[in-house]
């Protein structure tokens, strides 16, 4: 119950196009739901995040699109750029106490290749 | 953003010896700092979680005697891995919390044990 699947594994895009991950997740009590992007060798970054009380939220060319009722939430990044190549992370945590707080699951991992 | 370092970001150490990561919140104080592990083409997993003042909550599957955690400060968290084997050569990644709630991430320090 405590898994996040992610999709797709790999994703290949040409520059200019929109770039879409999506991820699913089982637990209900999740209510924080962050995008990390990670390059080879570094820390995942934090992108964007949600939360359950809304249902798209947006920052430059990156979307998450939030559906509460399919648990499901995705990353739109628009104008997609040879920069943007990267492995992207979905996670989701539980922001109420107890031992689970705050302790973040990922999803598998997205890695995007953005074509010239 | 918040920034979060890590020392050292490269390690190379022989089989049975301890080596110690440092990690850091610069600009803003941490009450709970997470460690991560990652090996290559892999999503993060999550080791333990480490609280000021308190001792280490580990995950499943995790020896606590082998990865010695301590949250000396509201900054500072240190990773010890005790008498490491070549197994756990790995990408060893620190996280943050602010008051947000919101986790920011070091840089990583990649372990190789010969």
């Known amino acids: 119950q405590q898994q996040v699947k992610q999709s797709p594994q790999s994703l290949i895009v040409q520059k200019g196009g929109i770039s879409i991950i999506n991820c699913a997740y089982e637990n209900t009590a999740f209510d924080y739901f962050p995008w990390y992007q990670q390059f080879p060798g570094k820390g995942p970054a934090l992108l964007i995040a949600i939360r359950p009380d809304v249902s798209e939220k947006k920052e430059g060319r990156f979307t998450i699109s939030f559906n509460k009722s399919a648990k499901q939430f995705s990353l739109h990044i628009m104008d997609s750029q040879p920069g943007d190549s990267a492995t992207y992370f979905c996670a989701a945590s539980k922001g109420t106490g107890g031992t689970s707080y705050g302790k973040l699951t990922f999803g598998q991992g997205t890695i995007l290749t953005v074509h010239p | 953003g918040a920034v979060v370092s890590q020392h050292p970001s490269r390690v190379i150490c022989k089989s049975g010896t301890s080596v110690k990561i440092e990690c850091r919140s610069l600009?803003?104080?941490?009450?709970?700092m997470f460690w991560y592990r990652q090996f290559p083409k892999q999503s993060l997993m999550l080791m333990a979680t480490?609280?000021?003042?308190?001792?280490?909550?580990?995950e499943q599957g995790v020896e606590k005697d082998k990865f010695l955690i301590n949250h000396a400060s509201l900054t500072l968290s240190t990773l010890t891995v005790t008498s490491a084997h070549p197994e756990d050569s790995s990408f060893y990644i620190c996280s943050a919390r602010d008051e947000a709630d919101t986790q920011y991430f070091g840089p990583g320090t990649r372990l190789t044990v010969l």
């Open positions: 480490s609280n000021e003042g308190s001792k280490a909550t580990y």
């Open positions: 600009d803003f104080q941490a009450t709970t």
